[in-house]
């Protein structure tokens, strides 16, 4: 499983937008159980559920299921959710590394009752309050299960009494990253709201600054968001270009036994070469699943 540049979040419930969801061309779908959800709509929500999710995967999707955050309401999601064709579950305002493993011990207890593969329904850590950020490292590293961690901004945001603005959730996003790459997880979200889903100059700006940080991917709220999301978290051409010749230099020199090379006035080692690899690595995948998509195959 690659990490998903674009995540769409569909209501379950609405029957037209799932239907239309596949052509978005979002790395991954996302049916939401959460928020989009009223409270008094929750149980057909998981009626619903099964059959978005069999169409979806039968049109080659990639599929996502955002769960609740009060345990009652979670437990009777996840009976419903831990089904064949799902690849993760979105858990919201994780509370502690504790919360997570509860989790992960009902999804296993359920994979194994119903002949799933352990351990092959992933998990998506959501960060949203103050206090779980003081936990984030035991959060990334709570369970093996777990795949990606993000922070939910507007959560956040409403958590730490600030506005959901980009300069304020800066140095809490750079921790959620730190705190996944330690941990050997994707760190995706945006460093910045994507309510403003009109604004796509703005929301380029944000999704940008999020890849800088070093977040592989975010969800989306509107199909407008989702070829933002896919053009500025693929690299450019200018960059894998760059990339490749930097490499050629680099390989070269290797190959005569030196373990440094200068490369456009500036000087490459391990490092930088690894780094340039992960970049091409990153470029080729997403093109390979970008034409998957287009030829109507499955998008992993």
Request: hydrophobic fraction near 45%; glycine fraction near 8%.
């Amino acid at each position: 499983m690659k990490p998903w540049r674009s995540m769409l979040y569909v209501p379950v419930t609405v029957e037209r937008f799932v239907r239309k969801a596949p052509g978005v061309g979002a790395d991954a779908i996302q049916l939401d159980l959460e928020d989009s959800i009223l409270p008094s709509e929750k149980e057909a929500a998981r009626r619903a559920l099964p059959e978005a999710v069999a169409g979806l995967v039968g049109a080659g999707c990639d599929v996502l299921v955002r769960v609740n955050r009060p345990l009652r309401e979670l437990v009777r999601d996840l009976e419903v959710a831990v089904m064949p064709g799902v690849q993760a579950l979105a858990v919201p305002k994780v509370a502690s590394a504790d919360h997570l493993q509860l989790v992960d011990e009902v999804v296993s207890d359920l994979e194994a009752e119903r002949g799933l593969p352990a351990g092959g329904i992933r998990l998506i850590a959501m960060v949203e309050t103050a206090a779980a950020l003081l936990d984030v490292r035991g959060i990334a590293r709570a369970t093996r299960r777990a795949a990606a961690l993000t922070l939910g901004t507007e959560d956040f945001a409403l958590s730490a009494g600030v506005p959901p603005e980009t300069d304020l959730l800066l140095g809490a996003k750079q921790q959620v990253v730190y705190a996944a790459r330690a941990a050997g997880l994707w760190p995706l979200g945006l460093v910045g709201s994507v309510a403003g889903y009109r604004d796509l100059t703005e929301f380029r700006r944000i999704a940008r600054l999020s890849r800088r940080v070093g977040c592989l991917g975010a969800s989306a709220i509107h199909p407008a968001q989702v070829p933002v999301l896919n053009e500025e978290f693929t690299p450019s051409e200018k960059e894998v270009g760059r990339a490749r010749a930097l490499l050629e230099v680099y390989d070269d020199a290797a190959a005569r036994g030196s373990g440094a090379v200068s490369f456009e006035g500036t000087m490459v080692d391990d490092p930088v070469a690894r780094r340039a690899r992960a970049l091409v690595s990153a470029a080729e995948e997403f093109s390979a699943r970008d034409a998957r998509s287009r030829d109507g195959l499955p998008r992993g």
